[in-house]
């Protein structure tokens, strides 16, 4: 079985005492590729230097909402200059974020619209960051076109309502700890119905850790317990749970199988 984590942090500091271990943690799952997110100016190059170390993780680069307000001109090229690597599968994660109040809401919209309009030049999916601002993602999303690009809601937390929407422009939606979480009545019920073709699995580590380790560090190896907790909402084993969310993230993001995976 192999699994893909879909969004991950792991040159975050939590990690610097034992990357290496956990990398091989994950590994060691079933987890045989990761994407992991640079979203500022510190995690950009950090990010880049694991996708040259490691030949399973890649990158999405962008940058992140509650960074808009130290976002300067030059950024938005430095950006675009990186994804001409062959291990930069997307932006993102882009968005917006109305829960920490770091960068005004106009200057987090601005920015993902400039966003918006470099992966549509570039062609590139997109990585979208929603905390409560369901309706103004959807009205940018829309405005923007970025249907032309699709990508992947990250960590999706909306209603079936927002969710139809963002199906509707071409989107992924990616579930990570909270569907494993007892009283999370939402996520569950927009995963069971979200089409197996558009739905991938991630971890969000070092954050949201799934049960039953949840309080500790997250980490790429728990993604295994996000696809057994998406499998039994789904009603599907496991192992079918893992292979389509597999292909799903390999189709999504334009990564070729190695000749050695199976198909």
Not at 141 to 150: D, N, P, T
Request: overall charge negative; proline content about 5%; aromatic content about 8%.
């Amino acid at each position: 079985m192999e699994l893909f984590d879909t969004h991950t942090h792991l040159d975050a500091p939590q990690f610097d005492g034992d990357r290496e271990e956990t990398i091989a943690r994950a590994f060691e799952s079933g987890v045989t590729r990761m994407i992991n997110i640079g979203f500022n100016r510190e995690t950009i190059p950090t990010t880049m230097s694991l996708t040259e170390k490691y030949d399973s993780i890649y990158a999405a680069i962008g940058w992140h909402p509650v960074d808009a307000i130290d976002f300067r001109e030059g950024d938005l090229e430095w950006i675009a200059s990186l994804c001409a690597h062959p291990k930069v599968v997307a932006i993102g994660e882009i968005g917006l974020d109305y829960y920490w109040d770091t960068s005004p809401k106009d200057v987090q919209q601005a920015l993902l619209r400039r966003q918006i309009g470099l992966a549509r030049e570039l062609n590139m999916p997109i990585v979208i960051h929603n905390r409560d601002a369901h309706e103004d993602i959807v009205k940018i999303l829309r405005e923007e076109k970025a249907s032309e690009v699709g990508g992947v809601m990250h960590s999706f937390s909306g209603s079936w309502e927002t969710a139809k929407q963002c199906l509707h422009m071409g989107f992924h939606l990616s579930f990570g700890g909270p569907v494993t979480f007892k009283n999370a009545r939402v996520p569950k019920e927009v995963l069971k119905e979200t089409p197996m073709d558009r739905l991938l699995i991630e971890t969000d580590s070092p954050y949201l850790t799934p049960h039953p380790f949840r309080g500790k560090r997250n980490e790429s190896a728990h993604v295994r317990l996000v696809a057994e907790a998406a499998a039994e909402i789904k009603g599907l084993h496991l192992e079918e749970l893992s292979k389509k969310t597999y292909a799903n993230a390999l189709e999504r993001f334009g990564i070729q199988r190695n000749p050695e995976e199976k198909g």
